[in-house]
């Protein structure tokens, strides 16, 4: 199964995330892996990783740091059920598409992102993916800003026409955007 959960900055989509990733994973033989994609340059990037690991702390994920090529998470976990909280989306498209000497065509950055997304989510049991909702500000920014913008766009698209439930996540508040199994448990 695999869930997309959306929202802007500081909705609370990542603590829903592992909450998401906990219950499904409760009271079953599975293994729960922390896909960090945030590359870490300063000192306020340390800060929000150092508030991240503080909020997982105790619910028994195993951290896998991955912010380019996702798809070689598969070589880091062990075999078994395996319910993986990708962190997040933005992340890294930012890191693939400015990893290089020269911004990579946003195009090209979706469809390995995507790609690689398909290839993981074929081998584990849960895939939730968080991602930010980059279109909310309505402002106009320089080129390659808003290739990054449509790569993202194009990726939260696919993510979400993939996913067995996609939700968004607003001040707090998830709202179940799609929903293609009533099986899944309900937050």
Not at 5 to 15: A, D, F, H, W
Not at 75 to 99: W, Y
């Amino acid at each position: 199964m695999m869930i997309l959960i959306i929202g802007g900055s500081g909705s609370g989509k990542s603590s829903y995330g592992e909450q998401t990733a906990v219950s499904l994973s409760a009271g079953k033989d599975f293994k729960k892996y922390y896909i960090a994609a945030m590359k870490i340059f300063d000192g306020e990037g340390q800060k929000k990783a150092e508030r991240h690991r503080a909020l997982r702390s105790g619910k028994g994920f195993i951290t896998i740091e991955q912010p380019v090529d996702f798809f070689r998470v598969l070589e880091k976990m062990e075999e078994g059920n395996r319910t993986l909280l990708l962190e997040c989306i933005s992340n890294l498209a930012a890191n693939e598409m400015f990893s290089g000497e020269v911004p990579k065509p946003p195009m090209e950055t979706a469809e390995k992102i995507i790609g690689e997304i398909q290839k993981v989510q074929r081998q584990v049991t849960h895939l939730i993916v968080v991602s930010n909702n980059v279109f909310e500000d309505g402002i106009a920014y320089e080129k390659t800003v808003m290739e990054y913008i449509q790569a993202m766009g194009r990726i939260n698209q696919k993510l979400a026409s993939m996913a067995d439930r996609v939700v968004e996540v607003a001040a707090g508040i998830p709202i179940t955007v799609k929903q293609e199994d009533s099986r899944i448990c309900r937050f």
